[in-house]
């Protein structure tokens, strides 16, 4: 996406409202490209050349003991077991990295999977979230920001990356399936929130540079399958339905998310 497309937020109804969508261009063309990933590799060696920063500034989420927290119940939704990052992913991240998930299920049996990274000193703990899914076997159909109106956000409006995604599934027999979810992420600093790993570099090579500051980022990512299961059956779900239910948990959960 382009700095010059628009957003369009529906006005919140009485009720639940729902998420809007940004407007999309037709696409950026080859000089606008060179000139994005240009400016990213300036941030990216400007940030390492930066290592030495003498100040860390607070997170923009909540703590717990020092580290980020999931409520176990809020709403309609019932969490299940808190987990941390796994033995794999400690073994990959920088040793100050700080993370944990929880499977969310409300009353009608709606899963949603909620997973928060915060990184420490080093910048390299938060990556865009396109190279893990890739390289778990997903390939996307449609990328696009999406807004969700939140209390206590700029504008009142939390804006996400959403990503229509799927996945093809061996099964035994040499058979195979299919399988379809929705994606939503969003970056997390003090007094920062965006929906963009390019805006997240730019603004932490400023940061770092001019301000001799490294803001502690945490990224949220939201998971939600395109199906459901109901009495037995299984039910599929629209892009539009499964994004409309990600902006409901988002509402439920994000209060709990900001600092106290």
């Known amino acids: 996406m382009t700095d010059g497309q628009t957003e369009n937020v529906a006005a919140p109804a009485a009720a639940r409202p729902t998420a ?12 606008q490209i060179a000139i994005v990933v240009a400016i990213l590799g300036g941030g990216v060696l400007l940030t390492a050349s930066t290592s030495n920063v003498s100040t860390v500034s607070e997170p923009g989420i909540r703590l717990v003991e020092g580290k980020p927290f999931l409520v ?18 400690r073994k990959i991240l920088p040793a100050d990295t700080e993370g944990v998930r929880r499977i969310y299920t409300d009353k009608n049996g709606n899963e949603v999977y909620c997973s928060v990274i915060l990184e420490g ?11 893990c899914l890739t390289g778990q076997g997903w390939k996307f159909d449609r990328e696009r920001v999406e807004g969700v109106p939140v209390i206590g956000t700029p504008n009142g409006v939390l804006r996400m990356t959403c990503i229509d995604a799927r996945r093809t599934i061996a099964l035994p027999h040499g058979n195979a399936t299919e399988t379809r979810a929705e994606f939503a992420y969003w970056f997390v600093g003090k007094g920062r929130l965006t929906p963009y790993h390019w805006q997240r570099i730019l603004l932490t090579t400023k940061d770092r540079v001019l301000l001799n500051r490294n803001v502690r980022w945490a990224y949220f990512l939201i998971y939600a399958p395109m199906l459901t299961e109901r009495d037995g059956e299984v039910q599929k779900r629209t892009e539009t ?4 239910l990600i902006s409901r948990f988002i509402q439920d959960i994000y209060p709990t998310l900001t600092p106290q």
């Not at 809007?20 to 000089?31: D, L, Q």
């Not at 339905?241 to 409309?244: G, R």
Request: hydrophobic share 30%; aromatic share 2%; proline share 7%.
């Open 20 to 31: 809007a969508v940004e407007a999309r261009s037709k696409g950026p063309g080859i000089v």
């Open 72 to 89: 176990e119940k809020l709403g309609d939704w019932e969490g299940g077991p808190l987990q941390g990052l796994t033995d794999a992913e």
């Open 121 to 131: 000193s080093d910048v390299t703990s938060i990556h865009r979230p396109e190279l």
């Open 241 to 244: 339905e499964t994004v409309q």
